[in-house]
C-alpha cells in the first residue's frame, strides 16, 4: 500500500513538473513586449539636432540658437529657420509631442519673469505649430528665472528649452 501512494505521489510531482516546463517554454517563445519610449533611430535623430537624454526626457537647451534680447519674446528669423528645420526632422520621425520651457535672466521681479518666459515659450510653440506640430501636443511653460543656466543676469539665461517627454 505505501509503495502505492509513493507511486502516485511521484506521478503527481511528475505531472506538476513536465506542466511547468511547458509553461515556461511557451513564455520563453513569447514576443517581448515593446519598450514604452523612443525608437533608436528617434533617438539618433533626437542627438544629432542637439538633444540629450534627462530624467523628464530629452531636451535641447537652445542657447546660442535661441536666445532672447532683454525684456523681449521676439523670435528672430535666424532663430525660426532653426525651430521650423527642427520641427521637420522631429516630426519626419514621429516626434510631435513636446514641451516648450521658457527662461529668463534673474533681473525684474518673479511674477514679471514668469510672465515674460511664458510668452518666449508660447511664441516658440507657435512656431513649431506653423511647421505642422500639433496644437495639443505641445506643452507651454514659463519658469521664470528659477532654472539658470549660469548664475546672474546672463543672455544665457534668456532662453527656451525644448523637451521631448518620456512616454
Not at 519610449?37 to 538633444?51: C, D, E
Not at 519674446?73 to 516630426?91: D, W
Not at 514668469?114 to 518666449?120: P, T, Y
Amino acid at each position: 500500500m505505501q509503495w502505492n501512494q509513493k507511486m502516485g505521489l511521484g506521478r503527481r510531482i511528475g505531472a506538476w513538473g513536465s506542466s511547468l516546463a511547458l509553461v515556461l517554454m511557451l513564455a520563453a517563445c513569447q514576443t517581448p513586449p515593446q519598450p514604452k519610449g523612443l525608437t533608436v533611430k528617434q533617438q539618433q535623430v533626437l542627438r544629432a539636432q542637439g538633444f540629450e537624454q534627462m530624467d523628464q526626457g530629452w531636451e535641447l537647451q537652445m542657447p546660442g540658437k535661441l536666445l532672447f534680447e532683454f525684456d523681449s519674446s521676439e523670435v528672430g528669423s535666424a532663430a525660426r529657420v532653426k525651430v521650423t528645420e527642427l520641427a521637420q526632422a522631429l516630426m519626419k520621425e514621429g516626434i510631435d509631442r513636446l514641451r516648450v520651457e521658457g527662461h529668463t535672466d534673474d533681473r525684474g521681479s518673479d511674477a514679471y519673469n514668469l510672465k515674460l518666459s511664458a510668452r518666449r515659450a508660447q511664441v516658440v510653440a507657435e512656431v513649431l505649430m506653423e511647421a505642422g506640430m500639433p496644437k495639443q501636443n505641445i506643452e507651454v511653460k514659463g519658469l521664470g528665472s528659477a532654472s539658470p543656466l549660469v548664475s546672474g543676469n546672463a543672455a544665457e539665461n534668456r532662453r527656451v528649452a525644448i523637451v521631448v517627454p518620456l512616454l
